[in-house]
């Protein structure tokens, strides 16, 4: 094996860390300085190229502001409570970039619930996918 490839789970709790984080519009570098690292530390625990150890996931979780246990939610080959009512892994890799936070911010926002359903009509005629 030439390159080590990280564990799913690493890179599933890297990805929570990551949707976290962006959700209260917090940079790298700001989480880094909370926690007295760098942001390219932060890029690797994010990844999974790094794992996080428990005393690290449980500083990180106060500082975002979320159980420990938010950061395993859906999380891959896991049993019992989590993957009953996870999410699939596409809700959290989409909530995990930019653009599908920002999308889902700003569709939150929202309140006339039949323009919310004309606007998933939309989006689902342009992507080819028949409504239902």
Do not use: C, W
Not at 61 to 80: A, K, R
């Amino acid at each position: 094996m030439l390159k080590k490839t990280p564990n799913p789970i690493d890179k599933h709790v890297g990805s929570r860390v990551r949707m976290r984080r962006m959700m209260l519009s917090m940079s790298q570098e700001k989480l880094g300085d909370a926690l007295d690292l760098t942001f390219q530390q932060v890029q690797k625990y994010e990844k999974g190229t790094n794992r996080i150890g428990a005393s690290r996931l449980q500083q990180i979780s106060q500082i975002l502001q979320v159980p420990v246990s938010f950061f395993f939610e859906g999380s891959p080959e896991s049993g019992g409570e989590f993957s009953e009512s996870a999410s699939p892994s596409y809700v959290s890799d989409f909530l995990a970039t930019s653009d599908g936070l920002a999308l889902t911010k700003a569709f939150m926002r929202i309140d006339d619930p039949k323009l919310r359903r004309r606007i998933v009509d939309l989006v689902q005629q342009i992507s080819g996918e028949n409504g239902g």
